[in-house]
């Protein structure tokens, strides 16, 4: 009875063992699961931030790529618009150049009864230029008894008198145009000087 009893508390301390043993690898086994769970987690949490990153670098690429075409886009319209501006220019000073022309034909004209003929077909190409040159923005600069002003004059001489005031335009040598406020060609002109400057100058060159 007693040999009877032992072996079965015995067996009961084994089956304690066994189950104790089942627990403990069971609880292994859970904890395992969980940190697999977390490290997934915290994987798929990176590969969220570096696809984000990567987003955020494409995005950056693609303003700077667009805002590259932009830039080039304009500096190309601006290109074009320079090279037909100076195309226009090129071919108004072309037509300045015959208008210097015929007004020097007008000039040279004789005073008398046949050349009033050659003077009105003259004086009518002229107007014709000039209408011309109007309808594109051009017009002339118109400096005479002003003030010399080197942005839309070029002096070519400086002459002593006492009918203009220091520094003013006297006269006029070859007409000066300007077109939408840019000079085209500056208008070359002679200044008055007065005669203590002009004493003055001759003194410092000496």
């Known amino acids: ?9 015995n067996s009961n301390q084994d089956n304690c063992k066994e189950d104790n043993n089942i627990y403990s690898e069971e609880s292994d086994s859970e904890t395992n699961k969980k940190l697999t769970k977390d ?8 590969e969220f931030v570096s ?6 670098q494409l995005q950056q690429v693609a303003q700077r790529s667009q805002a590259d075409l932009i830039n080039y886009k304009n500096r190309t319209e ?6 037909r501006e100076k195309s226009k220019h090129n071919i108004i000073l072309k037509l300045i150049t015959v208008v210097d022309d015929v007004e020097r034909a007008i000039a040279s004209l004789p005073k008398n009864s046949d050349s009033d003929v050659w003077q009105t077909g003259i004086e009518l190409i ?3 230029l ?9 017009s002339k600069i118109n400096p005479l008894n002003q003030t010399f002003d080197p942005f839309t004059c070029e002096a070519i001489l400086y002459q002593e008198t006492k009918n203009a005031t220091e ?3 006297i006269e006029v040598i070859r007409t000066g ?4 406020e840019k000079i085209l060609r500056p208008a070359q002109v002679v200044v008055a000087q007065n005669e203590t400057n002009k004493n003055q100058e001759e003194n410092n060159n000496a």
Request: proline letters at 0%; charged letters at 30%; hydrophobic letters at 25%.
């Open 177 to 180: 145009y300007m077109i939408n």
């Open 78 to 83: 601006q290109e074009k618009t320079d090279i």
């Open 130 to 138: 000039v209408n011309a040159l109007e309808s594109e923005g051009v």
């Open 1 to 9: 009875m007693n040999k009877k009893s032992s072996r079965q508390k």
């Open 167 to 169: 520094g003013q335009v």
């Open 126 to 128: 002229q107007k014709t």
């Open 39 to 46: 490290q997934i987690i915290e994987q798929l949490r990176n």
């Open 51 to 56: 696809i984000n990153d990567e987003k955020t």
